[in-house]
């Protein structure tokens, strides 16, 4: 008999296992069986829930973007634009969205793409709306902003790599210096 409430409970545990073992094995080459494993639970209950791995990743990634557009609205200001684009940058280096299992999900999240069409249109909606976001607080600030918005994009996807790849800051804290230190000479 299936316990009552149990999926919401089950799904989001095989999301964070699904996250944990792609994070420490670096790559994609996990198996359902040991995500369902790490999440206390047999590979037939994961397939049942998600039908196969890229499925789990993807639900993953979706839990990941959801954290990072909830850290977002949360430290978004009401007015002033310096302050929205600091808030943006804030939340992408924040704790739960920038610890190594979560580098490592982003770095296989970017490689699927290439070859899943869900996990490329899933990136291309976090694009844009990065790129929104950030245009909406740089109008203000520069005769520029689609090219400072793409600069600033670029740069944070390339503190996730450098990090995925064990080079550049070891926290947010100095990924926020890095790209702040970009801004203020752009933006003076």
């Known amino acids: 008999m299936p316990k009552l409430g149990a999926e919401p409970i089950r799904k989001a545990a095989l999301i964070n296992a699904a996250i944990a073992a792609v994070g420490r094995a670096g790559s994609l080459d996990v198996t359902v069986a040991q995500i369902a494993r790490e999440a206390g639970m047999s590979s037939a209950l994961a397939h049942h829930y998600f039908g196969s791995k890229d499925q789990m990743f993807l639900a993953a990634m979706r839990h990941v973007l959801n954290g990072y557009r909830d850290s977002v609205r949360d430290r978004l200001p009401g007015g002033a634009p310096r302050k929205r684009l600091d808030a943006i940058i804030a939340a992408s280096f924040d704790e739960p969205n920038f610890h190594q299992e979560v580098i490592s999900a982003w770095l296989n999240f970017y490689a699927l793409s290439r070859v899943n069409d869900q996990a490329a249109r899933l990136l291309t909606v976090y694009h844009r709306r990065l790129r929104s976001n950030l245009l909406v607080a740089l109008r203000p600030l520069t005769d520029r902003p689609e090219r ?36 203020n000479e752009t933006l003076k």
């Open 148 to 183: 400072v918005a793409d600069t600033l994009a670029a740069l944070i996807d390339g503190v996730y790599l450098r990090a995925a790849l064990g080079r550049g800051p070891a926290n947010g804290a100095a990924a926020i210096r890095m790209i702040d230190d970009y801004l």
